[in-house]
């Protein structure tokens, strides 16, 4: 499923465009001393592509060296 959602249509080209905005976003808030930033990402079911996704963005930001935490809040509605 997770592999499906990664290939949908532009899944590729969103996922490069929040990567950039999280590259531009975290050293401003790092500067401002904010301690964390909150990112939400989201699709019509929100059990799939949006975790997809989000599992993706975390991994590259634990490879960078962030503090990643990922909670998935609508995993657990039917």
Request: hydrophobic share 35%; charged share 30%; aromatic share 4%.
């Amino acid at each position: 499923v997770a592999e499906y959602g990664r290939e949908k249509e532009g899944a590729s080209a969103l996922r490069d465009r929040i990567r950039g905005l999280l590259r531009c976003l975290l050293p401003l808030y790092e500067v401002e001393g904010k301690p964390y930033l909150s990112v939400g990402i989201g699709c019509t079911g929100g059990r799939h592509r949006s975790v997809a996704m989000m599992d993706d963005l975390a991994g590259e930001l634990r490879a960078m060296g962030r503090d990643v935490n990922v909670t998935q809040r609508d995993v657990e509605k039917v």
